[in-house]
């Protein structure tokens, strides 16, 4: 309905998404989370490593906290849920191809209520264990010296 925008092709699973992105190359792409044979999100990890600059907007009914950060993860500069009216996906496609992020705010205070756990590597373990020592050894000291 937009005169500067025309959907070009349309994929029924992940796989041919990919298939069909490297066919066409288009300005940007509209994902949805759950297909058959290959999700959306690891469809976007696929067509994201392959195209770095791939402008992508996950469309979906999930809501869910961890779909949204595995989502922004992979690639997704938007995030649309499915019952958003279309005058927001046409400005998310603009926002996106203009370089920019968009994310509904439904999904944005969903977002904003969940934290997710990061795990520390063994290295950043190894530096706190090292901190701990050091200061138990130092306040032990200070001990010594007030006996």
Known sequence: ME?????????????????KYRQHLPDIVVMDLRMPNLGGVEATLQIRSE??????????????????????EAGAQGYLL???????????????????RHISPVVAARLAQYTPRIALTDRE????????QGFAKQRNRRRAQHC
């Open 125 to 132: 373990l190894q530096v706190l264990n090292h901190n701990r």
């Open 51 to 72: 195209f770095p600059d791939a402008d992508i907007i996950v469309l979906t009914t999930y809501e869910g906290d961890e779909n949204i950060h595995r989502a922004l």
């Open 3 to 19: 005169p500067d925008m025309r959907v070009i092709d349309e994929a029924g699973d992940g796989r041919e998404a990919v298939a």
């Open 82 to 100: 499915k019952a958003s009216v279309r005058k927001e996906l046409v400005q998310c496609i603009r926002e996106v191809l203009a370089g920019h």
